[in-house]
């Protein structure tokens, strides 16, 4: 049979040859930021990838093929897509049906990892419970993902326009593992701190893959989550953050914002509030993760050659 995917020649490479490969997302591209730092960002993480030892795999469907692996070309092009539909496990095989174009979010993300036999994602921050979802039960398809898909998410945690308590507690219902990383209180995206204390801690690539490979031992499937704080010289603290999410949150509650559009929304208006800083923090966590899940998906082959 056909693969549903196609994987470019570098990706490819590194797969066949059994060295270490780290998925990236699309949504943050076309719909978490803005022309031209999307590039840049992109191009950059992926750089710190290969510097790590690892091979960057950036996900998308274009024109109804899923991609595992883009050119600097396809790469340039993706970030200038205005039209990119924001795919996750409901739509994923409608895009691929349909011949649509459209980026993955960290749910679709982690199906095609899995699908292409890639171990380790990195993203920013995942989706989780939206404040008020008591009401408009807004909660991320990215929760159930990592409950039933065997990949590794490496987020600066949950973005924190969330409800953080409430996800981290459906993540705990789920079975999913969160390991805070180096610490012993969750992130909180732009900021360090959540109030929220680390289910688990970890200080090392070499355990969380030690971790891992028990989970595997144990039969036990489904993703885990990797919470790794930003540095604190590079944070934003809460009270600032906070302030500017209560406005965007308001504005898009005027708005009548919902659905899909939510969490883009809201990190347009906040990149607006903070005149470009919240978005410095969100490519500074972005580049963190993206060293750490190089750093794990290293240790990870380590121990399978052990
Ligand atoms: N991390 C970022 N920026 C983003 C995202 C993650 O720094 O825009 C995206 C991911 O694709 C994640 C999505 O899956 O936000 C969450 O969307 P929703 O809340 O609609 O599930
Ligand atoms: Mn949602």
Redesign the pocket.
């Given at each position: 049979m056909r693969l549903p995917f196609t994987t470019s020649p570098a990706v490819e490479a590194a797969l066949s040859e059994g060295r270490p490969v780290v998925a990236l997302?699309s949504?943050?591209i076309t719909?978490?930021m803005p022309w031209p730092q999307n590039l840049e960002m992109a191009r950059g993480v992926e750089q710190l990838i290969r510097d790590a030892g690892a091979e960057p795999a950036t996900i998308v469907v274009i024109d109804g093929t899923l991609h595992i692996g883009l050119t600097d070309a396809e790469l340039e092009a993706l970030a200038q897509t205005r039209d990119a539909l924001?795919l996750?496990r409901a739509d994923l095989a409608y895009a691929v049906a349909a011949k649509r174009t459209g980026s993955t979010?960290?749910?679709a993300t982690m199906i095609a990892a899995a699908l292409a036999g890639i171990e380790v994602f990195a993203?920013?921050?995942?989706?989780g419970v939206h404040r008020g979802a008591e009401t408009s039960f807004d909660i991320?398809?990215?929760l159930e993902e990592l409950a039933r898909t065997p990949v590794i998410v490496v987020s600066a945690g949950a973005?924190a326009i969330l409800d953080l308590k409430k996800t981290f507690e459906v993540l705990e219902t789920k079975g999913v593992p969160v390991v805070g990383f180096g610490v012993d209180e969750l992130p909180a995206f732009w900021s360090r701190s959540s109030g929220i204390a680390s289910p688990i801690r970890l200080d090392s690539a070499a355990e969380i893959a030690a971790f891992q490979q028990a989970r595997e031992a144990l039969a036990i499937d489904g993703g885990m989550l990797i919470a790794n704080p930003l540095p604190s010289d590079l944070e934003i603290d809460t009270a600032t953050i906070g302030s500017w999410i209560d406005v965007a949150l308001a504005d898009s509650e005027r708005d009548g914002i919902s659905g899909?559009a939510?969490?883009?929304y809201l990190?347009k208006r906040i990149f607006e509030l903070s005149e470009g800083r919240s978005l410095a923090t969100?490519i500074n966590l972005?580049r963190s993760n993206a060293r750490l899940a190089a750093e794990i998906a290293v240790a990870l082959k380590a121990l399978d050659d052990a």
């Open positions: 997302e949504t943050i719909h978490g924001k996750s979010t960290v749910a993203t920013g921050g995942v989706g991320s398809a990215d973005k899909k939510a969490t883009p990190l969100n972005v």
